[in-house]
């Protein structure tokens, strides 16, 4: 019997299993675990901190624009994180021809849904932190 290409990629993708050490699913979990990423997909989504007229629709924003809202965030970190969303196919990186040269992105369809994921991840651990943060003193104190 002849395995179709199609019957190949139903069953690899049937064999996906994170548990396994070999499965290429861990590569994207730890892709999708960092905090730049969850950051930059809850600022494409339309996350960002409030501001006046602020739709929370999903947007467009420029390389500059990401950068001042990720506060922290290393010029070498932010072009290697987005060009990884770009290959892995969560965002699109548009180029303008202006005067300078305009660069936005924007989150994919699969971007998108892997956003609203991150938008309760990041809204968990700003709501927890203070709990959190209360933990860690306790044990702190118990482990002196």
Known sequence: MTTTRADKKAQAKAEYNAFLAVCPSRQLLDRISDKWVVLILCALGGDAPERPGASHAPKAMRYSELARLLA?????????????LERDGLLIRTVTPTVPVTVTYELTDLGLSLHHLTRGLRQWAQTHMGQVLVNRESHDARAS
């Open 72 to 84: 922290g965030v290393s010029q070498k970190m932010l072009t290697q994180t987005l060009r990884a």
